[in-house]
């Protein structure tokens, strides 16, 4: 009986590129496979780099890691009350390496940016003048040239701001103990970090599909 796994197997089998010259070639000079995706190839060339050092339990502030901008300057986060997001510029692994793990994660992260965004409606049902909205965590996209960064802040329609009009139309939708929620767009400008721009819509609801928010 022929074993499944042979030596005529091995010699067919194609093995990954491993050599670190030749993948970084490959990264450079982009000649990857043809319809491969460029993050493959700067995967495999980090995979085949042996780590110095690890650290697992590093002191660092409460946040909900969001993702890295695009040409990897900012760490983009939410704040645990989903309410701020923070902005850590990125220094790099190179200024920690003689750090201990109390410190090191301010070495590489020198400071943190809070912006606060505030949605002047305010809540009737209480005595602040302003309300912050949740950030939702699902809708935060960087452009691609690492400038802008748009989310999403949502909460829940006052009862005495909600039209007849508005609660006619969702009514077959929505349960009875739903409330109509009031979805706010920002733009926030990472470079100058000028304060946001909002954007309101006014629809029935939104479907996610996939990473696609669709507005109904």
């Not at 923070?86 to 390496?97: D, K, R």
Request: with cysteine; glycine share 4%.
């Amino acid at each position: 009986m022929r074993e499944p796994y042979d030596v005529d197997w091995c010699r067919r089998k194609r093995f990954p590129i491993t050599n670190i010259v030749q993948l970084l070639v490959i990264r450079e000079l982009g000649t990857r496979k043809e319809g491969s995706n460029f993050i493959k190839g700067s995967r495999e060339f980090y995979q085949s780099i042996s780590l110095s050092r690890n650290e697992y339990a590093v002191d660092r502030p409460q946040f909900f890691p969001l993702r890295f901008s695009p040409d990897g300057s900012k760490l983009v986060a939410i704040s645990p009350n989903f309410r701020d997001i923070f902005i850590f510029p990125y220094a790099g692994v190179q200024v920690g390496v003689d750090k201990t793990w109390n410190n090191l994660f301010w070495s590489i992260f020198r400071k943190k940016i809070v912006v606060q965004l505030i949605n002047p409606l305010g809540n009737p049902r209480s005595s602040e003048a302003f309300y912050f909205g949740i950030i939702s965590r699902e809708c935060a996209f960087i452009t691609p040239d690492s400038r802008f960064l748009i989310v999403l802040s949502s909460f829940p329609v006052p009862e005495n701001r909600s039209t007849f009009n508005g609660i006619l139309r969702n009514q077959e939708s929505l349960p009875p103990d739903s409330h109509l929620m009031h979805f706010v767009f920002y733009s926030i400008d990472l470079e100058g970090l000028y304060p946001p721009e909002k954007i309101n819509w006014f629809f029935a609801k939104m479907v996610s599909e996939k990473i696609f928010p669709s507005i109904i």
